[in-house]
């Protein structure tokens, strides 16, 4: 299967610091990656589409200011958390969709955020 | 009413067992559909993608998808404690539309 990376794995940071995580896709280019956010048994809560070289679209309820996501190449997407705080803690996972394959998508390992 | 139900578990079943895990939905514009595994503290890994009705088979795995029923599983032959994992469908209409999860079925596998 198609390997994503992401990075860090895990990150434990002070309230009011900002956190980046990077999503890369590494055997073939992503125009198309995603954020999810997971909470402790619940299932993958999407939080936004990240299209190569224009603007993220986010979902209702997740505010872009906070959360900002740059996809400057087919290969990397980046999510910037601004500001963190204790409810942002969290597992982030990012995922990139391969080209010709519509709705297949490979995920990311994941990063544990921990915000103190 | 949620897009896509999936019960939440745990399954626990003895090593061997085939194993039944199931989705319901009521969008009936899916056409793609897909089972994931993750392991604790990872990303989901793809294990299966279907397109429309019919089944799949992939090694120890088969997937099966009823339209007319809005009801997809995934049958698991001969576990093994390595399969303890939660298993997540998901779904989408295609043509680049959003792909919907379930909650995750948690499954463990006793040996």
């Known amino acids: 299967g198609a390997v994503v990376s992401q990075h860090p794995s895990r990150v434990i940071c002070k309230s009011g610091t900002s956190v980046k995580i990077e999503c890369r896709s590494l055997?073939?280019?992503?125009?198309?990656m995603f954020w999810y956010r997971q909470f402790p048994k619940q299932s993958l809560m999407l939080m936004a589409t990240?299209?190569?070289?224009?603007?993220?679209?986010?979902e209702q309820g997740v505010e872009k200011d906070k959360f900002l996501i740059n996809h400057a190449s087919l290969t990397l997407s980046t999510l910037t958390v601004t500001s963190a705080h204790p409810e942002d803690s969290s597992f982030y996972i990012c995922s990139a969709r391969r080209p010709g394959a519509t709705d297949t998508q490979y995920f990311g390992p994941g990063t544990r955020l921990t915000v103190l | 009413q949620k897009e896509v139900e999936q019960d939440p578990g745990p399954l626990s079943v003895p090593e061997g067992a085939i194993v039944s895990l199931n989705c319901t939905y009521s969008?009936?514009?899916?056409?793609?559909f897909m089972w994931y595994r993750q392991y604790s503290r990872k990303g989901p890994e793809l294990l299966m993608y279907t397109y429309s009705s019919g089944n799949k088979e992939d090694g120890r795995f088969t997937a099966q998808v009823d339209k007319s029923s809005k009801y997809i599983s995934l049958f698991i032959r001969d576990s093994q404690p390595s399969d303890s994992a939660t298993y997540l469908c998901?779904?989408?209409?295609?043509?680049?539309?959003?792909?919907?999860f379930g909650t995750g079925t948690k499954l463990q596998v006793i040996p």
């Open positions: 990240s299209n190569e070289g224009s603007k993220a679209t986010y």
């Open positions: 969008n009936s514009a899916f056409q793609y």
């Open positions: 055997d073939f280019q992503a125009t198309t």
């Open positions: 998901a779904m989408s209409e295609g043509g680049y539309q959003k792909v919907t």
